[in-house]
Nanobody
Framework: VQLQASGGGLVQPGGSLRLSCAASGRTSSAYTVGWFRQAPGNQYEFVAAMWRRGGTTVYTDSVKGRFTISRDNALNTVYLQMNTLKPEDTAVYYC???????????????????WGQGTQVTVSS
């Protein structure tokens, strides 16, 4: 499975962006997709994930209430709607997927097999 992330850009604080993660190739009903971000000099940080198809959603505390992960199974695409963006949200955002993930590892970057190329999100006035 190949993942293609898109939708990043420059936005002012308080603004919104919607990231997309399109999967090419067949994904099973067990395919979990997550979003991670990496700021310069930092390691990958878990942002959000959707467990399997249309399953449980998980968010890191700093984005709860502002970000929403959703999935369009017909389009094989996962979205990350980001509202009320803050300068500290600035990072390269990556989507990742795996069909063999165990739930307890949903926030662990190393547990994901497939990775997209990343899309830059910059929040600045």
């Amino acid at each position: 499975v190949q993942l293609q992330a898109s939708g990043g850009g420059l936005v002012q604080p308080g603004g919104s962006l919607r990231l997309s993660c399109a999967a090419s190739g067949r994904t099973s009903s067990a395919y979990t997709v997550g979003w991670f971000r990496q700021a310069p000099g930092n390691q990958y940080e878990f942002v959000a994930a959707m467990w399997r198809r249309g399953g449980t959603t998980v968010y890191t505390d700093s984005v709860k209430g502002r970000f929403t992960i959703s999935r369009d199974n017909a389009l094989n695409t996962v979205y990350l709607q980001m509202n009320t963006l803050k300068p500290e949200d600035t990072a390269v955002y990556y989507c990742a997927g795996s069909s063999s993930l165990i739930y307890s590892s949903i926030g662990t970057a190393g547990a994901y097999r497939d990775w997209g190329q990343g899309t830059q999100v910059t929040v600045s006035s």
